[in-house]
């Protein structure tokens, strides 16, 4: 039934985004296909052409508004089709305008980067492969939980990404988690000397506090700071995004659908493979969570109903509701990719935004979005 529903959504944009583009709401859509009519594509995926800045200054980095996070084509987001499917559909997104992919060593370990080489390759002047150095992978294993940013070990990461991802150069390399026992500022003097070798064009960070952003900016001008955001988790909101604002950083949320959640296909019966899913491991995708949690998916499809798009189109509109904040949903269907790209065609204002959070302010979230020993990971002041 649930399903029904959202096709018949997605259906009903399309068939309003053919009509003038005065309808309410409905204004970007209707740009997004006037667009298609020059793609030469046989596919009915629309053409995104809204385009973000990240960062700003020389290490400024434009890509399209919203991006692809690659790690669920493989890793950690249970069964996932085979790799001749995925790379078919990492294509369609190149192809369809989405410029930014983000992948790291950690995923897989390996796999996950070599997918995004492989299937990225005809498109490595069109499209920045994003990856990420700082966990501890010994002879192609991961140590679980174990962190290694020091200096050689980044070096390392970034010789051997650079073949997986079959590039010259890495458009943009994050900090995967803030080591404590290597110095912010010997990580960013790192990241430079790889800038200026040429084998590194941008300098990121993931999940650390504004006291470290400081310090690896002063060092390296960062392009970009991923973190988990989402309408279920807003923290950074708190002392981050004030910190990225004044320094000219641009924002990557990560997970912006709540690792699925938020797109409207899970209920408390819904069992995550215990062999390749972290969400089996989050205290917000326990059985009573979800279950609990349902009422925000609820009050997403209740918003988004009136408007003509999906609640996974409402709340990825929502984290790209601020100029320079550029969302990476990561998928393995085409139709979700295509109702992805066209959230980024939607033109919502602070009115749809102010109704929207008054509908979902007031209901509990259940369950932390980390497990104790991950959380500890991450910074948050
Ligand atoms: N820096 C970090 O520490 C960090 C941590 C986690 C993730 N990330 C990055 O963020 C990316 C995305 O994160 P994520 O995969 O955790 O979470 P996400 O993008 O919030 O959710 C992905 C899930 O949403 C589903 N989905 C996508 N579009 C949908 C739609 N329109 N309707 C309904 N469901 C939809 C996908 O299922 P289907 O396959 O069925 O579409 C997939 O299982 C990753 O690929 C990775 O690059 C970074």
């Not at 192809?95 to 996950?112: K, R, S």
């Not at 990404?161 to 110095?183: C, G, M, N, T, W």
């Not at 998928?331 to 959070?357: C, F, G, M, P, V």
Request: charged share 25%.
């Amino acid at each position: 039934m649930h399903n029904l529903n959202r096709r018949s959504i997605l259906k009903a944009a399309v068939t309003f985004a053919t009509a003038p583009a005065f309808m309410a709401g409905l204004s970007g859509i209707g740009c997004a296909i006037a667009a298609d009519s020059g793609s030469k594509s046989s596919l009915d995926l629309p053409l995104l052409t809204k385009k973000r800045t990240l960062g700003s200054g020389k290490y400024a980095m434009e890509v399209s508004a919203i991006g692809f996070g690659v790690m669920g084509a493989n890793y950690n987001r249970g069964i996932s089709p085979d790799k001749k499917t995925m790379i078919k559909l990492l294509r369609d997104a190149a192809e369809h305008g989405i410029t930014l992919f983000d992948t790291a060593q950690v995923y897989g370990p390996l796999i996950n980067e070599k997918l995004a080489g492989e299937a990225l390759a005809p498109f490595r002047d069109k499209v920045a492969v994003t990856t990420k150095f700082g966990h501890s992978i010994v002879n192609g294993v991961y140590q679980k939980g174990k962190l290694n940013s020091r200096p050689e070990n980044i070096r390392k990461v970034a010789e051997e990404s650079l073949k997986r991802l079959k590039v010259d150069a890495i458009e943009l390399f994050y900090q995967h988690r803030f080591d404590p026992a290597v110095p912010i500022e010997d990580v960013a003097g790192t990241v430079k000397d790889l800038i200026r070798e040429g084998k590194v064009k941008r300098f990121g960070l993931c999940e650390v506090g504004p006291e470290t952003i400081r310090k690896a900016h002063a060092e390296q001008p960062v392009t970009a700071l991923q973190s988990e955001y989402h309408l279920m988790w807003r923290e950074p909101e708190n002392s981050i995004l004030p910190v990225l604002e004044e320094l000219g950083i641009g924002f990557v949320p990560y997970s912006p659908l709540n690792r699925g959640f938020l797109g409207g296909d899970m209920t408390a019966y819904t069992k995550f493979d215990s062999g390749n899913d972290n969400r089996n491991t989050l205290p917000r995708f326990t059985p009573d969570a979800l279950g609990k949690n349902l009422l925000f998916v609820e009050m997403l499809n209740r918003f988004g109903r009136p408007r003509g798009i999906t609640g996974a189109q409402a709340a990825l509109a929502w984290t790209m509701r601020k100029d320079g904040f550029v969302p990476i949903p990561g998928t393995t269907k085409l139709a979700h990719l295509e109702e992805n790209i066209r959230a980024a065609n939607l033109n919502l204002n602070s009115k749809d935004w102010n109704e929207l959070e008054k509908m979902l302010s007031g209901i509990e979230i259940v369950g932390a979005r980390y497990p104790a020993e991950q959380q500890k990971q991450v910074q948050r002041s």
